[in-house]
């Protein structure tokens, strides 16, 4: 077993954002002691060979970390491509990771969550990753933990193991029979209104997502993720010169970073659903918050 797992940061063209994530990273209290993996995706475009190349003159003054090693594309892959591929291989040498993008802020202690929840639900495969975002949740007052369960993964600063990942069908195999089962849908939509629309979009090459084909999988496999009561992520990818977010999803996944310096944590071991905890994460993904949320971004651009 590590003592600490190695972290992954996938970028691409916005070394502005990929440099303040490394900056919260090297804060982090653990990152001296973290090996560090960078995936740089290629160019789409002639446009955007500047950019990228900026980016990889940024990655290779980097510091601050156990060891840093650098993997440069030599074709665009596309964030879905290189996530799976990048993931892969790192796991074929370690046990478990722990995943960034280029937009994302750490708080100083989210390697010290990371890890302790990769140790501490190893080797309970009712578990199936990490989560370091959560939108703001309200605790009852006799809750004592420092995380809580949802049946859908976050792409937002997460973490996994091999026996894990390796098992995930790409692919989507079932998906046939799925796409004509109405009620595996919305057994599948539990966790959230826009799930078996994303996956039916995915399907027919309107997206390119990664992270979808993870949550499918976890909902066929009725496995669970660790969410963090307090977030350990805040993203600053949306606007404009955001590949995969927009403006208009800042207002609803708007969080606050923990700043209490914890660096111990009281892990649940009871892995299940918490009734009053599920219920405000489901909110943030139902079809009318969606559409409220949608509205002011008609209101406001």
């Not at 918490?274 to 008609?298: E, H, V």
């Amino acid at each position: 077993m590590a003592s600490t797992y190695p972290v992954i940061i996938f970028c691409f063209k916005r070394q502005d954002h990929l440099k303040q994530t490394i900056d919260c990273l090297k804060e982090n209290y653990l990152a001296p002691d973290t090996d560090l993996y960078i995936f740089s995706d290629a160019a789409r475009r002639l446009d955007e060979t500047a950019d990228v190349s900026d980016v990889r003159n940024y990655l290779r003054t980097v510091t601050g970390f156990k060891s840093v090693t650098i993997k440069e594309a030599v074709e665009n892959k596309g964030l879905a491509k290189s996530i799976i591929s990048g993931v892969t291989e790192v796991l074929e040498q370690h046990d478990a990771a722990i995943v960034l993008e280029d937009d994302l802020l750490t708080s100083k202690n989210f390697l010290n969550f990371m890890n302790q929840s990769l140790v501490h639900y190893q080797n309970n495969l009712k578990v199936f990753s990490v989560a370091g975002y959560t939108f703001p949740i309200r605790k009852p007052k006799d809750f004592q933990h420092d995380n809580y369960f949802t049946m859908r993964g976050s792409s937002w600063g997460w973490a996994t193991w091999r026996n894990r990942w390796e098992t995930v069908d790409w692919e989507v195999s079932d998906w046939k029979e799925f796409s004509n089962d109405k009620g595996a849908q919305r057994e599948f939509n539990r966790m959230g209104s826009d799930l078996s629309g994303m996956l039916a979009k995915q399907m027919d090459g309107k997206i390119s997502s990664w992270a979808i084909r993870w949550c499918y999988h976890q909902f066929k496999t009725s496995t669970y993720t660790v969410f963090p009561t307090v977030s350990k992520i805040q993203n600053i990818g949306f606007g404009s010169a955001a590949t995969h977010t927009s403006a208009v999803m800042q207002s609803r996944f708007a969080t606050v970073l923990d700043n209490s310096g914890k660096t111990d944590f009281n892990f649940n071991d009871k892995v299940s659903l918490q009734p009053d905890l599920i219920k405000q994460f489901i909110n943030r993904y139902s079809i009318l918050t969606r559409l409220k949320y949608k509205a002011m971004g008609y209101i406001f651009k």
